[in-house]
T-cell receptor, first 118, second 113 residues
Framework: DVKVTQSSRYLVKRTGEKVFLECVQDMDHENMFWYRQDPGLGLRLIYFSYDVKMKEKGDIPEGYSVSREKKERFSLILESASTNQTSMYLC?????????????????FGPGTRLTVL | KNQVEQSPQSLIILEGKNCTLQCNYTVSPFSNLRWYKQDTGRGPVSLTIMTFSENTKSNGRYTATLDADTKQSSLHITASQLSDSASYICVVSKYTGGFKTIFGAGTRLFVKA
């Protein structure tokens, strides 16, 4: 079974703090993703990575950065947390999406981190 | 614009009853459509996947249908159980040199005893 773990289930931080969210997957997946999930908005992609040290901006990258130093680990960084970053953060991983492998992009999700910024 | 719209936003049904959740999309070019189930406090888990050539796919009491012409999908749950209480998310992927995945906002299902 694919296992994606996230470092914290619940996190409370103060405005202006630097926040690190860690994600680890154990299935040797090339792709890793960070999403935030807010009521009524669904999952929105923040950043993704298709290889070590590679990163691509998603739909809402502002206020976030990421780091992928090892294949199994993908970190999301809030340089200076703000109250509008209070949300559920979900990490996911998937195999590399090769053309023609149209069923190959299932994403496996971690349990999520509920971050509250006061 | 690539969008995935789900309805209803939330639904309450009695245990043992059937229900159908809807998903309409405008994603193009279409590659595949997945339904995910997300239990409270957990990440989403894939239930079914369909490509454009498939119009129905079952997974136990869950049956998904796809009409690629009208760009509509539905998820039918038969004989609901309390454990079906969850959010159900419709996810559509397109391929244009790389996969792009668009998530619906989800339907929150509550099953009452």
């Amino acid at each position: 079974d694919v296992k994606v773990t996230q470092s914290s289930r619940y996190l409370v931080k103060r405005t202006g703090e630097k926040v690190f969210l860690e994600c680890v997957q154990d299935m040797d997946h090339e792709n890793m993703f960070w999403y935030r999930q807010d009521p009524g908005l669904g999952l929105r992609l923040i950043y993704f990575s298709y290889d070590v040290k590679m990163k691509e901006k998603g739909d809402i990258p502002e206020g976030y950065s990421v780091s992928r130093e090892k294949k199994e680990r993908f970190s999301l960084i809030l340089e200076s947390a703000s109250t509008n970053q209070t949300s559920m953060y979900l990490c996911a991983s998937s195999l590399f999406q090769r053309e023609g492998l149209i069923l190959g992009n299932e994403q496996f999700f971690g349990p999520g981190t509920r971050l509250t910024v006061l | 614009k690539n969008q995935v719209e789900q309805s209803p936003q939330s639904l309450i049904i009695l245990e043992g009853k059937n229900c159908t959740l809807q998903c309409n999309y405008t994603v193009s070019p279409f590659s595949n459509l997945r339904w995910y189930k997300q239990d409270t406090g957990r990440g989403p888990v894939s239930l079914t996947i369909m490509t454009f050539s498939e119009n129905t796919k079952s997974n136990g009491r869950y049956t998904a249908t796809l009409d690629a012409d009208t760009k509509q999908s539905s998820l039918h749950i038969t004989a609901s159980q309390l454990s079906d209480s969850a959010s159900y998310i419709c996810v559509v992927s397109k391929y244009t040199g790389g996969f792009k995945t668009i998530f619906g906002a989800g339907t929150r299902l509550f099953v009452k005893a």
